[in-house]
């Protein structure tokens, strides 16, 4: 009896930390402090006892991105320097030492029931962004856009459409779920997995990311190229991809003809125009340029983002540049790092026949997202550091073919 009240509590609290992180209403509410309070409160009473308090050496990688971060970058401001940093940093990170806790607690019961809840909760938020997209096509970015209007965002999140983040997210858990369909012997679990990965698709082909389609496509191709140990398929999968670089103008044409008049047609006509020669960089080209150059001129310690620098530090649009720009190499090297080293604790348990097949494609998306995107969004972090590992450890694909 005593061990069924346990096995609530905890699934109770670890779906409202869930909810947290992936339900739009919630996140409206609940700000960053106090997400890293419901977070620090769970490790305190359920990680420590479970997973030990070693766990959080993965933190002193973090140590010299931060102090940078406080005494260069932001001339020793404990609040937004120092304060606000490590809390990001913390909820980014957080989800690997849940998901330890869950993968130490060793109850199937639990590791069930918040996989199921967390795709759940998933998959109605993508629902829900779904059902508006058919009078909004481009709702998903106009609710990360500083230009929309403040009521009708308010109103979007309340009703549960979500933006780039479970945009982001999307595409990543469509490797996870193509890895299970292709590995898996299970026939349901192969349909169930079939069904999430066309709607996980659906939602990249239809947020209104350029960035993510064409990342996500890369990376399934690279999946593909990993899963199968047959040389003549691999040599297939190589002609297919040159055929398809050598195609690239037709096969861009025809995809702007398909989105027609939106985001995604406007960057496919900007790229089509650049390779053709005849295109101009676009204003976030020309962000990211500057970064980089900046990044080369004070490559060791970044510089002061409070000054003319902080409007490029804001519309870099890529976590790793941003970072760069106000940290340097060093600094956002140790920012890579800590959250690398979170994800291979994450992982350091899963079997190689499922996971080592996606694990190079799923790194990859993340990092080529956070080059070209931003990713501090609470819900590709959760995806990444917790519900791909719960979905790999999920008792259901022990029988792989």
């Known amino acids: 009896m005593g061990r069924r009240i346990g096995n609530i509590i905890f699934i109770a609290y670890s779906l409202l930390i869930a909810s947290c992180y992936i339900l739009p209403q919630l996140q409206y509410y609940v700000n960053i402090q106090i997400l890293a309070i419901l977070t620090f409160i769970f490790f305190t009473i359920f990680g420590i006892k479970q997973i030990g308090i070693k766990q959080l050496n993965i933190l002193i990688w973090s140590i010299p991105f931060l102090m940078i971060f406080f005494i260069v970058s932001k001339s020793l401001d404990f609040k937004y320097g120092l304060l606000h940093p490590a809390l990001l940093l913390w909820i980014t990170i957080f989800p690997a030492f849940m998901y330890k806790t869950i993968e130490a607690r060793g109850s199937k019961v639990e590791h069930i029931v918040l996989l199921i809840s967390i795709l759940s909760l998933i998959c109605m938020v993508i629902l829900n962004t779904i059902s508006v997209m058919h009078d909004n096509p481009t709702i998903a970015r106009e609710m990360t856009s500083s230009l929309t209007d403040e009521d009708y965002l308010r109103e979007m999140k309340l009703t549960g459409v979500g933006g780039f983040g479970i945009s982001y997210a999307s595409g990543l858990l469509v490797l996870c779920c193509l890895t299970v369909v292709l590995n898996t012997r299970l026939k349901n679990v192969r349909i169930i997995s079939s069904i999430l990965c066309l709607l996980f698709l659906y939602m990249v082909f ?3 990311f350029t960035t993510l ?8 191709g690279v999946l593909m190229y990993k899963q199968t140990n047959k040389p003549h398929y691999k040599y297939l999968i190589i002609v297919v991809f040159i055929l398809c670089l050598i195609m690239v103008p037709v096969i861009l044409q025809q995809v702007i003809a398909i989105y027609g008049d939106s985001p995604v047609s406007d960057n496919l006509i900007r790229l089509y125009n650049n390779l053709a020669g005849i295109g101009k960089d676009s204003q976030r080209d020309i962000y990211r340029n500057n970064c980089i150059e900046l990044m080369c001129d004070s490559p ?3 510089r002061n983002v409070d000054g003319e620098y902080q409007y490029l530090y804001n519309h870099a649009h890529s976590t790793i540049l941003s970072y760069g720009l106000a940290t340097g190499f060093v600094g956002v090297g140790f920012y890579l790092m800590t959250l690398l080293k979170a994800f291979q604790a994450s ?19 993340y990092l080529l997202l956070s080059f070209f995107n931003p990713t501090n969004s609470l819900e590709i972090n959760f995806v990444f550091f917790l519900t ?4 790999y450890n999920c008792s259901f694909f022990n029988k792989l073919s």
């Open 347 to 365: 992982v350091s348990n899963l079997g190689l026949p499922l996971f080592g097949k996606s694990c190079f494609p799923i790194i990859l998306y």
């Open 206 to 208: 239809n947020a209104q």
């Open 388 to 391: 791909i590992p719960l979905i």
């Open 213 to 220: 389609i064409i990342i996500t496509i890369a990376c399934i």
């Open 300 to 302: 060791f310690w970044g």
